[in-house]
């Protein structure tokens, strides 16, 4: 369902992809804003055709291990007080955090899309 794909008809600023989570786009493909990237939008497509699955197994299974990156994250650098961290350290954590999140996203939602 291709003629799913429109821009929005308004400025709506930074976007967070529905997908990834990336700033981007705008590009809205059934409702869902996505950043435009060709693999959120084949997802976001097969949200629209198949059903979104927000907050099931996918969100649930990319929340675990972007926090188990952010434990390997405290583990490298050997602390596991987080106030004890420094600011540089803190925000690696985070970016670990979000960043497989994302990728792991995107990966099940890519994994689970239809095959053409």
């Known amino acids: ?3 799913n ?8 600023g930074p976007i967070l992809c529905a997908v990834c989570g ?6 809205t493909v059934g409702g869902h804003l996505c950043c435009g990237d060709p693999r959120c ?6 949200w629209v055709n198949v059903g ?5 197994h996918y969100e649930r299974e990319a929340i ?3 926090g188990r990156a952010g434990g390997k994250f405290l583990q490298e650098v050997g602390q596991t007080d987080m106030a004890k961290l420094s600011r540089e350290q803190w925000e690696t954590f985070l970016v670990r955090i979000l960043t497989t999140y994302r990728t792991e996203l995107r ?3 890519e994994e689970n899309a239809p095959p053409f």
């Open 52 to 56: 979104y699955p927000g907050g099931t």
């Open 5 to 12: 794909l429109e821009r929005p008809k308004q400025d709506v």
């Open 22 to 27: 990336a700033q981007g786009g705008p590009v």
């Open 1 to 3: 369902m291709i003629n």
């Open 107 to 109: 990966r099940l939602g």
């Open 41 to 46: 939008v084949a997802v976001a497509l097969h």
């Open 64 to 66: 675990r291990l972007g």
